[in-house]
């Protein structure tokens, strides 16, 4: 019997432990570059596009409902799902699309930057099978992401919240940066935003394969800009 001020539960340390994988996943402490990345928001405040928290709440719910919940979620599930099933051709079709899908040379370097650090990174914590999928994972980062996420049995549900959050965070973070804003501001965007990723993830991962496209011209604009902006602090 519980002594009073216990707390019971049915779940196992096995059970949480997918929870704990996918904290690690999304953590910007993460050693893959994350940090050094703004998406084109670098240029956008260049060109005045973006001036504070209110352009940059718009910046980043634009993207979120044209290019996370209708491209990299739905993505991520066919990855997930290729990983799942053991099919690397597989999961080098949706490679290639991801990779089609992305409008510059800077979001392209990224996914791929990305991609090979991740790989790494699998490889360094001894996941299992990671030597045999490192040639595809090492592509772009969203593979990486997909393959940790089942082979650590991160449900697609939560893999795919916890990678839009990701997303998110690092985005406000970099803008808190380049903006400036206050932190409290980037906080306050985050709370705000957060609230919409729900919904996106649901959206992705029903979305059919006919559904999967990018429409964010402001982005490529942006990035493509930033390649030639004279002074910058992130690489993209």
Same mark, same amino acid.
């Given at each position: 019997m519980p002594t009073a001020g216990t707390i019971t539960t049915s779940m196992?340390? *096995? @059970?949480?432990?997918?929870l704990v994988r996918l904290m690690q996943l999304v953590s910007p402490s993460l050693p893959v570059g994350g940090f050094t990345y703004s998406q084109? /928001?670098?240029?956008?405040?260049? *060109? =005045?596009? /973006?001036s504070g928290a209110t352009d940059l709440q718009a910046w980043l719910g634009d993207q979120l409902h044209h290019v996370i919940a209708v491209f990299d979620l739905p993505i991520l599930a066919r990855l997930y799902k290729a990983v799942a099933d053991d099919r690397p051709e597989t999961l080098e079709i949706w490679? @290639?699309?991801?990779?089609?899908?992305?409008? $510059?040379?800077?979001?392209?370097?990224?996914?791929?930057?990305?991609?090979r650090a991740l790989a790494d990174l699998l490889? =360094?914590?001894?996941?299992?099978?990671?030597?045999h999928w490192r040639k595809e994972l090492a592509r772009c980062q969203l593979a990486g992401f997909a393959f940790a996420a089942v082979r650590w049995r991160i449900p697609l549900? *939560?893999?795919?919240?916890?990678?839009?959050?990701?997303?998110?965070?690092n985005l406000?973070?970099?803008?808190?940066?380049?903006?400036?804003?206050?932190?409290? *501001?980037?906080?306050? /965007?985050?709370?705000?935003?957060?609230?919409?990723?729900?919904?996106?993830?649901? %959206? =992705?991962?029903?979305?059919?394969?006919?559904?999967? =496209?990018?429409? $964010?011209p402001a982005l490529a604009?942006?990035? $493509?800009? %930033?390649?030639?902006?004279y002074t910058r602090l992130f690489r993209s």
């Open positions: 196992t340390t *096995d @059970d949480r432990l997918p084109g /928001i670098e240029r956008a405040v260049e *060109d =005045g596009w /973006i490679i @290639d699309e991801l990779m089609a899908g992305r409008e $510059s040379a800077e979001l392209r370097l990224e996914e791929s930057n990305r991609g490889g =360094g914590l001894e996941v299992p099978e990671v030597d549900t *939560d893999a795919a919240l916890g990678y839009a959050w990701s997303w998110l965070e406000v973070l970099a803008a808190v940066k380049i903006i400036p804003l206050g932190q409290t *501001d980037g906080q306050r /965007i985050l709370q705000l935003l957060s609230r919409k990723l729900p919904a996106a993830v649901e %959206h =992705g991962l029903a979305c059919t394969d006919a559904g999967i =496209g990018a429409s $964010s604009i942006a990035s $493509s800009r %930033h390649e030639t902006q």
